[in-house]
Nanobody, 123 residues
């Protein structure tokens, strides 16, 4: 599966952005999808994940209540709605696919990665 993240940009603190992760392949619905981010000088960290059907989601504590992950299998797309953005959310955001239907929370759980999209939150 090939992944392409989009939707990043510059936003003021308190604002919102919606990221999209478009996937190729007819078996998209059999993959769990995760979002990760990497800020300058920091390690990549888990943000959110969703299982194959969308019935199960999981969030990092730092984004819980502000970010929402969802998927539309008919469109081969996963979304990350980000609200109440903070300067510390500034990072390159990556989506990744896991060859299992259940979600994972570490980068090692994922087999396929897309190019990231940059999110910059100004104070």
């Amino acid at each position: 599966v090939q992944l392409q993240a989009s939707g990043g940009g510059l936003v003021q603190a308190g604002g919102s952005l919606r990221l999209s992760c478009a996937a190729s392949g007819r078996t998209f619905s059999s993959y769990a999808i995760g979002w990760f981010r990497q800020a300058p000088g920091k390690e990549r960290e888990f943000v959110a994940a969703i299982n194959w059907s969308g019935s199960s989601t999981y969030y990092a504590d730092s984004v819980k209540g502000r970010f929402t992950i969802s998927r539309d299998n008919a469109k081969n797309t996963v979304y990350l709605q980000m609200n109440s953005l903070k300067p510390e959310d500034t990072a390159v955001y990556y989506c990744a696919a896991r060859s299992y239907t259940s979600l994972g929370t570490t980068s090692g759980n994922y087999d396929y990665w897309g190019r990231g999209t940059l999110v910059t939150v100004s104070s």
